[in-house]
T-cell receptor, first 118, second 116 residues
Framework: AQKITQTQPGMFVQEKEAVTLDCTYDTSDPSYGLFWYKQPSSGEMIFLIY??????QNATEGRYSLNFQKARKSANLVISASQLGDSAMYFCAMNPPFSSGSARQLTFGSGTQLTVLP | GAGVSQSPRYKVAKRGQDVALRCDPI?????LFWYQQALGQGPEFLTY????????KSGLPSDRFFAERPEGSVSTLKIQRTQQEDSAVYLC??????????????FGPGTRLTVL
């Protein structure tokens, strides 16, 4: 079974500063994928960034980067130069390795509510 | 763009009523997922379709929950005899890939169900 833990229910950051959202995971699979999603108050889950368990480099997507520490089983999201529009709920998620016919559903953490202050 | 759409966006039901929630995935996407998101929680997996085949329904909380995708595109999640604990946001997601480690899921806006 896979498990995602997000220990920060809420975080505050000043506009234009960087912020790190923590995520640790637990799995016995050697191969897996890690995702971060953003959920604004409108409710839609917006994909931010992906990290494969065998990827050698940390993933980056614009202002988002993923600090992947495989030995520690952590996949923290770093948002640089925070903007007011970044205020939202952020979820860390993972999926199991591919096998034919399997669902490969995402397992989500409980989320971190980020508030960007002007 | 033509993303995943869900209808209705909001549904209020009296306890005991049946409800049907619709999901229109992105055209051509093979995989379709349903998730349930309780207030203040992360989404939890309900069921999975690969084309029209329901390959995993291990997350459905009871036999009152039923999902179908008869032609491999639109999917309907039906809840019979709704209970207050069914109140949640129901999210639908679709994915174009069947294999590989990377299978980004594209989510719809969700249906917020409130059972009175």
């Amino acid at each position: 079974a896979q498990k995602i833990t997000q220990t920060q229910p809420g975080m505050f950051v000043q506009e234009k500063e960087a912020v790190t959202l923590d995520c640790t995971y637990d799995t016995s699979d050697p191969s897996y994928g890690l995702f971060w999603y953003k959920q604004p108050s409108s409710g839609e889950m917006i994909f931010l960034i992906y990290q494969g368990s065998y990827d050698q480099q940390n993933a980056t997507e614009g202002r988002y980067s993923l600090n992947f520490q495989k030995a520690r089983k952590s996949a923290n999201l770093v948002i640089s130069a925070s903007q007011l529009g970044d205020s939202a709920m952020y979820f860390c998620a993972m999926n199991p390795p591919f096998s034919s016919g399997s669902a490969r559903q995402l397992t989500f953490g409980s989320g971190t509510q980020l508030t960007v202050l002007p | 763009g033509a993303g995943v759409s869900q209808s209705p966006r909001y549904k209020v039901a009296k306890r005991g009523q049946d409800v049907a929630l619709r999901c229109d995935p992105i055209s051509g996407h093979v995989s379709l997922f349903w998730y349930q998101q309780a207030l203040g929680q992360g989404p939890e997996f309900l069921t999975y379709f690969q084309n029209e085949a329901q390959l995993d329904k291990s997350g459905l909380p009871s036999d009152r929950f039923f999902a179908e995708r008869p032609e491999g595109s639109v999917s309907t999640l039906k809840i019979q005899r709704t209970q207050q604990e069914d109140s949640a946001v129901y999210l639908c997601a679709s994915s174009p890939k069947r294999g590989g480690n990377y299978n980004e899921q594209f989510f719809g806006p969700g249906t917020r169900l409130t059972v009175l």
